[in-house]
């Protein structure tokens, strides 16, 4: 089982990035993904979630109206367009999939947002 995120990097406030996770290892179209981050110091937090028929979408408050969760179940991948992007969410981003007491974890993707 393998969750692989990629796409962070260095971006200034205001600008725009998109992550992807892509899935191999389990049955991805079943599963609910969800993206975390964690910034130094602090607790790790949900950022978006998407069910598996890609029909239900959360966010977390800070991050809704400028964050877009997606999937490709064809691809086996979830993305993660964020938009508007503040100093505030400088953090390594996880994703997680979640299935009938099946979790996984990625090992994360560092985002820094700075001029």
Known sequence: VQLVESGGGLVQPGGSLRLSCAA???TFSVYRMSWYRQAPGKERE?????????????YGDSVKGRFTIFRDNAKSTVYLQMNSLKPDDTAVYYCKATYNGYVYWGQGT???VSS
Not at 46 to 58: F, S
């Open 24 to 26: 191999s290892g389990f």
């Open 46 to 58: 949900l950022v978006a979630t998407i069910n598996r028929g890609a029909d239900i979408t959360n």
């Open 110 to 112: 560092q985002v820094t």
